[in-house]
């Protein structure tokens, strides 16, 4: 018996493998009883891998896994849950069209005699609702909530699986601040019972604020396991990066701003544009060589505004100029036409083509707006593609390569680049950063000082009010799918945008 | 690093074509052991005459719909209407050449446009209208028939048109017309989406069409064309079904012969869920189909009980293709032989 007594989960030396990649070599991780453990790495580091080898979602090549001493092999999420390990993955995965008492119930629900006893499922909901704190009917469709509460109910349906081992993969990336604190609150809570727990997250503030240890991973590779209170966070981070990080330069904005200060005209205008349902009122302009942020909490509007400029929704109130001339878009290939770019908010579902190789993506809006005939040649197509790898540094085994088998921050430089191809005249970036690590964070900014730089226009929507900061020369805050205000050059602060979101009534 | 690459595509190409491949080759396997015959071939009159030249023939028929089906399930879709498209076109060659005295090449022009028109009816109600393909396509399959049987007056039209019977049973170079018929289209349709940006379009909204219509990609058109696309191969197939037996019967006329289509793609590689397709595969998989006919035809097999063993070859090729299976079946075997 040479393990700790009190190791809940001990996972030695797992190897997993995939086409081209092996995305773990040999990893330790280790979970006490009443513990808070935060796996940390960059992109393509392992944490997924493992979360999901660890939940049965893929075999292990090698190594041992064992839950409170006993060896285990979960071949599907099911087995996993059978043996106490349950997980929240980091796109919530519930079903949007049924009732919330039957989304935690799933697969678990009370029968008798084989009929379904609604009753006592809805019992069962509100009792594990009430774990995490939330009352809600339980009747309601999960698509009718809020992203933060189907979240929290995610959680709910987790801790009601089993209490033994909670896996939560990025669960705070669409909370706000009020319902994170209420998330960690239950967390703890559920660590005084006894309860192991697995987070992983970018956001370090929660990670130092929430956790007892922490596990650094690195392109598949164990870097080491250190105790939270004793690590700082610089060290952190360069154990993340594996080398010694520069900071992204503060006064980016100030330091060029006379170059690009000569904005005759804004590229894109909007006046009192709105529809039902999505915004009202925008007012908006960027200039060519202007980089403009968005705003405001999850759910002010933001991707809404996007959508609408694009022409995904119609607008039904106010007017749209591009260099100066009144322009409506019906549908993206005419905002394309017009030099527009849009990167989505979730590029799992409406940005990447998971099935198909990163060439392809990455020529396809080009491709497309240059229509059927002109078909760029397969040797131009590989060219791009691999300029772009090598630009944005996608780390992508080749070109051929599915991009569904790459990692979030890749598929997002993926992404970046089949727009880039098309070298675009405003671009649209909807939370480029989301969800995607550090390193990978601070290249997406260079790439976007870089391409402002050059001329381009560009409207930044992050929910990371620092990020906003940093990279922005003007910001539109947003509240309640209205604009509340707008900050210029040096007015803009973190402090001034969290109290134009807070202030209320008196807007603009 | 270029050589690399280029092997590396090589892999991939000839990869999605194994399983049907072999499949194949081990029903011809089964036929050259314990079926007679059936390797013999002949020359008669300069044409080629045997079995397998039999298989080219009847088969180009479900090669012919396998080929619009392969672009229409690369969407994501399904198109059940073709055996009814082909009945249309049936009637519609057969009336022509017997009650009018316009030329051959008007009645194949007519004839096609037909189909093209039942095309541009699916392609309208799953693009623009965005009706679920599979029951956009059912009312056309269900009520073509009836189209068919309204043009021909609820008769059977027998014909005797010298260049209408060449299609279905004329020779061109020793082999039989719709073999070179069906390699033609095979050669067209390839060209189409290989040398043009098509089959790109048609793989991306496959894949994920919200993302493809951000990307500026016109999903409606691009399956709105995949449609008429079918309706257009179905016209052909209807032409020789109709040219084979020399009469349009619009009861018979391709019956069934869409699900035959339909496992042609998916035997071929093509998955259902759309996005890449393959072509050449749905080629090897309607061959696999008219194959395994045959040889139950040559074996004596009763065309009642017919269906139970083709249902279990097809059975035996999907699970081949399935990656779980392979895996488990593998392991097997490194098991027997450590």
Known sequence: METEPKALLEIRGLVKGFPGVKALQGVDFIVRRSEIHALMGENGAGKSTLIKVLTGVYPRDGGTMRLEGVEINPRSPKMAEALGISTVYQEVNLIPHLSVAENICLGRQPTFFGMIRWREMARRAERALRRVDLKLDVSQSVASCSIAVQQLVAIARALDVSEKLLVLDEPTSSLDEKEVGELFAVLRKLRGQGTGIVIVTHFLDQVYAISDRITVLRDGKLVGEFETARLPRLKLVSHMVGREITQPEGSARGAEAGEADVKAEPLLEIKNF???GSVTAMDLSVARGELVGLAGLLGSGRTETARLIFGIDKAQTGEMRVDGRRTSFHSPRQAIRAGFAFTPENRKVEGILPRMSVRENIVLALQARQGLGQMISRKRQLELADEFIRRLGISTPGPEQAVGNLSGGNQQKVLLARWLVTQPRLLILDEPTRGIDVGAKAEIEKTMQELRAQGMAILFISSELEEVVRACERVVVLRDRAKVGELAGDGISEEKIMHMIAEHGHGH | MATERFEKKQARWWSSLVWPVSGLALLLLFDLCFTDGFFKLEVRDGHLYGVLIDILNHGSKVMLLALGMTLVIATGGVDLSVGAVMAIAGAVAARLINTTNVSFPVVIGVTLAVAIAA??????????FR?????????????????????TDGQIITFTEPWLTYIGNGHLLGLP?????????????ALLTRRTALGLFIESVGDNQTASTYAGVNSSTVKFFVYVFSGFCAGLAGLVAASNIKCADSNHAGL???LDAI?????????????????????VGALFIQTLTTT????????????????????????????????KFSGLLKRRGS
């Open chain 2, 119 to 128: 095309g541009c009816w699916n392609g309208l109600l799953v693009g623009a």
């Open chain 1, 274 to 276: 709105g529809r039902a």
């Open chain 2, 256 to 258: 069934f012969l869409e």
């Open chain 2, 177 to 189: 017309f719709p073999v070179w018929l069906s390699g033609g289209m095979l050669l067209i349709t």
């Open chain 2, 263 to 283: 496992l042609a793609v998916v035997v071929g590689g093509t998955l259902l869920t759309g996005g890449r397709f393959y072509l050449v595969g749905a080629m």
């Open chain 2, 131 to 151: 009706i679920q393909p599979i029951v956009a396509t059912l009312i056309l399959m269900v009520a073509g028939r009836g189209v068919a049987m309204l043009i």
């Open chain 2, 296 to 327: 139950m035809y040559m074996r004596n097999v009763s065309a009642d009980i017919a269906p139970v063993p083709k249902a279990l070859a097809i059975l035996v090729v999907c699970l081949l293709q399935s990656p779980k299976v392979r895996t």
